[in-house]
């Protein structure tokens, strides 16, 4: 059974930048379309951008589009999500998972804040 972790959360100002990352151990993710996810407090939990297994299409909500690139490196078993010109409305709980968002359990996710 695959297990997430992501890691590379923090606080943030207004306009700053982070790198999340997400690793698998127990199996692999590379034969799969892989999405990050996020949750605010109070709010259900949202898509925010997906990337095919090749890496070769790659997808977001609009909100983030044009700030946040996802990649992936599939010989390290390991997703990512730059995060530029952060806003205080991506603050959330980051998660990742496959495309769809139900094929593994979630990981305890990466919490990011960012201040105004």
């Known amino acids: 059974q695959v297990q997430l972790v992501e890691s590379g959360g923090g606080l943030v100002q207004a306009g700053g930048s982070l790198r999340l990352s997400c690793a698998a151990s127990?199996?692999?993710?590379?034969?799969?379309?892989m999405g990050w996810f996020r949750q605010a407090p109070g709010k259900e939990r949202e898509f925010v951008a997906v990337i095919t297994r090749s890496g070769s299409f790659r997808n977001y909500r609009d909100d983030v589009k044009g700030r946040f690139t996802i990649s992936r490196d599939n010989a390290k078993n390991t997703i990512y999500l730059q995060m530029n010109s952060l806003k205080p409305e991506d603050t959330a709980v980051y998660y990742c998972n496959d495309n769809t968002g139900h094929r593994w359990a979630w990981g305890q996710g990466t919490q990011v804040t960012v201040s105004s």
């Open positions: 127990g199996g692999t993710f590379s034969t799969y379309d």
